[in-house]
Nanobody, 115 residues
Framework: QVQLVESGGGLVQPGGSLRLSCAAS????????WGWYRQAPGNQREWVAL???????DYYGTAKGRFTISRDNTKNTVYLQMDSLKPEDTAVYYC?????????WGQGTQVTVSS
């Protein structure tokens, strides 16, 4: 089992920045890919950023150039640095860990971009 706890969400003005954190515990060695996803009201959950065990990253189109995913293995924490935020980035953001046989999810953290 793996437990994920997100933090760092909040209200920010357009153009601002936030850093989300995902603290992981449990059998984290089973995780092969870490990711951040988001879900806006009325929309399906969509992936935002991924990082694998080699540190390779990938980003969904609108996140490229604005968001950065990283991982601190010493703290068992995955981060999502979000810059140049836009109102359309408003959503609940979820941390995800993928093992070979299942997905693990956090409870989500709300990000609201509004003036």
């Amino acid at each position: 089992q793996v437990q994920l706890v997100e933090s760092g969400g909040g209200l920010v003005q357009p153009g601002g920045s936030l850093r989300l954190s995902c603290a992981a515990s449990g059998n984290i060695d089973s995780i092969v890919v870490w990711g951040w996803y988001r879900q806006a009201p009325g929309n399906q959950r969509e992936w935002v950023a991924l990082i694998n065990g080699d540190g390779e990253t990938d980003y969904y189109g609108t996140a490229k150039g604005r968001f950065t995913i990283s991982r601190d293995n010493t703290k068992n924490t995955v981060y999502l640095q979000m810059d140049s935020l836009k109102p359309e980035d408003t959503a609940v953001y979820y941390c995800n860990g993928k093992s070979f046989d299942r997905d693990y999810w956090g409870q989500g953290t709300q990000v609201t971009v509004s003036s």
